[in-house]
């Protein structure tokens, strides 16, 4: 890779691990902040601050937990993950992989897949988010990749790229059986009645 491109795709992943941070750091902080608001709301429900404390714990908790540090964190995650393909997806292991590097990254592919569907099934809306990410770029951009060098099921020709794109296929499977699972594409706080 030119020198240029290398270092462009550096502050590409520095950026989008930043991101990444910021998301992660918000999520800590409001979901911290909000259980301090929610005692004090709850020591006596019938002040006059109760009101406008459970009203600032709903805020943290839709607003800053669920949506913006969500969100953030996300995407934060998913750019990270296109810098790491986009660096990697010229790369060929130069000797033949065996059965156990094979299993290996059959093994991280599913729990990579695991960590995407687990996530969507915790976001607002985070099943729609998955379900787009897996068609646009899971199968568009990368299975497509694969599909062109004839290298989808030739496990270990293409590691980065197929590890991602197997995961989001085993990925797309765990979050379909959810939404049959719930009817709908409720998260897991909206499928339970709204309880955490």
């Known amino acids: 890779m030119p020198r240029r491109n290398a270092?462009?795709?550096?502050?590409?992943?520095?950026?989008?691990?930043?991101?990444?941070?910021?998301?992660?750091?918000?999520?800590?902080?409001?979901?911290m902040?909000?259980?301090?608001?929610?005692?004090?709301?709850?020591?006596?429900?019938?002040?006059?601050?109760?009101?406008?404390?459970?009203?600032?714990?709903?805020?943290?908790?839709?607003t800053w937990e669920h949506y913006v540090a969500h969100y953030l964190y996300a995407a934060g995650a998913v750019l990270v993950s296109f810098t790491h393909a986009y660096a990697y997806r010229d790369?060929?292991?130069?000797?033949?992989?065996?059965?156990?590097?094979?299993?290996?990254?059959?093994?991280?592919?599913?729990?990579?897949?695991l960590v995407i569907a687990s996530v969507a099934v915790e976001f607002p809306?985070?099943?729609?988010?998955?379900?787009?990410?897996?068609?646009?770029?899971?199968?568009?951009v990368l299975g497509t990749?694969?599909?062109r060098r004839k290298q989808v099921l030739s496990i270990g020709t293409r590691p980065v790229i197929q590890y991602f794109f197997y995961s989001y296929c085993v990925a797309f499977i765990i979050v379909l059986g959810?939404?049959?699972?719930?009817?709908?594409?409720s998260n897991r706080v909206e499928s339970s009645g709204g309880h955490d």
């Open 33 to 62: 902040f909000k259980h301090v608001v929610e005692d004090a709301a709850m020591l006596d429900p019938d002040a006059p601050d109760a009101v406008l404390l459970r009203d600032g714990y709903a805020w943290m908790r839709t």
């Open 91 to 113: 790369y060929q292991p130069t000797r033949p992989v065996g059965a156990a590097q094979k299993a290996l990254l059959l093994c991280a592919a599913v729990l990579y897949a």
């Open 125 to 140: 809306k985070g099943t729609v988010v998955a379900l787009l990410l897996i068609v646009i770029y899971g199968w568009a």
């Open 145 to 147: 990749f694969l599909v």
């Open 178 to 185: 959810w939404m049959i699972h719930v009817k709908g594409i």
């Open 7 to 31: 270092a462009w795709l550096w502050m590409a992943w520095a950026l989008a691990a930043a991101v990444y941070q910021q998301g992660a750091g918000l999520h800590s902080g409001a979901n």
